[in-house]
């Protein structure tokens, strides 16, 4: 049975960097892309960016780009996301999801709320 | 990407069918058969429900439907249950390597 476990939920201090984890079990990691989606208290879904595996190929949503960073390890089957440069507008819980083979997202990690205050 | 357009909010009574409504560009809905449908609930992660613009994944009841007609999908459940009570997003392939997701609409069963 897939399952996408991700950290626990942090507390931040704008301008900081805050670092998510998302270990994969129960399927092949290395064959399926992984994806990072937020999603602000009562607001949209909304995506981020996947990072895959075989070449460690990496697509960031505009929005994004130059503040987050998506690696993985593939012998621990963990897959990260750093955000940096953190302002309160980034609260927010923090989900990796699996992309399926018809460009779909079939598998969720439990989400993850990153708190940006000071 | 600009956020595919839903409305902010459905309705039904029990055992009634409603249609939640998706639109967005001749650059994503328009350009890929490849519109999915979330499913959230409070507190919970999204749960995949329609993919392929009208596909169900295994253990989804047949209740969900999909289709697609030029830049707008759609998702309708028939024979509302209590239990379909919550926030659905659809999202679609951008092109690029990109994917955008709806603005999300709350389904209130009465």
């Known amino acids: 049975q897939v399952q996408l476990v991700q950290s626990g939920a942090e507390v931040k201090k704008p301008g900081a960097s805050v670092n998510i984890s998302c270990k994969a079990s129960g399927y092949s990691s290395t064959k399926y892309a992984i994806h990072w989606v937020r999603q602000a208290p009562g607001q949209r879904l909304e995506w981020m960016g996947w990072i895959n595996d075989g070449n460690r190929n990496t697509r960031y949503s505009q929005k994004f780009q130059g503040r987050v960073t998506f690696t993985r390890d593939t012998s621990a089957s963990t897959a990260y996301v750093e955000l940096s440069s953190l302002r309160p507008e980034d609260t927010a819980v923090y989900y990796c999801a699996r992309e399926g083979p018809s460009y779909n997202f079939d598998d969720w990690g439990q989400g993850t709320l990153v708190t940006v205050s000071s | 990407q600009s956020v595919l357009t839903q409305p902010a909010s459905v309705s039904g009574s029990p055992g009634q069918s409603i249609t939640i409504s998706c639109t967005g560009t001749?650059?994503?809905?328009?350009?890929?058969?490849?519109v999915s449908w979330y499913q959230q609930h409070p507190g919970k992660a999204p749960k995949l429900v329609i993919y392929e613009g009208n596909k169900r994944p295994s253990g989804v009841s047949n209740r969900f439907s999909g289709s697609k007609s030029g830049n707008a999908a759609s998702l309708t459940i028939s024979g509302l249950q209590g239990e379909d009570e919550a926030d659905y997003s659809c999202c679609s392939y951008a092109g690029g390597s990109a994917w955008v997701f709806g603005g999300g609409t709350k389904l209130t069963v009465l």
């Open positions: 001749n650059s994503d809905v328009g350009s890929y058969n490849l």
